[in-house]
Nanobody, 115 residues
Framework: QVHLAESGGGLVQPGGSLRLSCFAS????????MAWYRQAPGKERELVAD???????HYAGAVKGRCTISRDNAKNTVYLQMNSLRPEDTAVYYC?????????WGRGTLVTVSS
């Protein structure tokens, strides 16, 4: 069983930055790929970025160059640094991992980009 808890969302002006954090319970955090997804109002959930156990990263085209995913295995935490935020980045951001074929999700953290 894995529990994921996101934090760091909030209201930010266009062009601003936020850093999201996701703490994962469990001692095997370091062995699994971690991901950030987002879901905007009226839209489907989409992948933002993921990071493997060895630190290889992948980004969605919409955020590439503006976001950085990282992980601290000693703290069981994955981060998403978001810069140059745009109104279209407004969404609930979810942390995700999959273990033994089971998807685990956090409850999400709301990011609102607005002036």
């Amino acid at each position: 069983q894995v529990h994921l808890a996101e934090s760091g969302g909030g209201l930010v002006q266009p062009g601003g930055s936020l850093r999201l954090s996701c703490f994962a319970s469990g001692s095997i955090f370091s062995t699994y790929t971690m991901a950030w997804y987002r879901q905007a109002p009226g839209k489907e959930r989409e992948l933002v970025a993921d990071i493997t156990s060895v630190g290889s990263t992948h980004y969605a085209g919409a955020v590439k160059g503006r976001c950085t995913i990282s992980r601290d295995n000693a703290k069981n935490t994955v981060y998403l640094q978001m810069n140059s935020l745009r109104p279209e980045d407004t969404a609930v951001y979810y942390c995700n991992t999959a273990m033994y074929g089971v998807d685990y999700w956090g409850r999400g953290t709301l990011v609102t980009v607005s002036s």
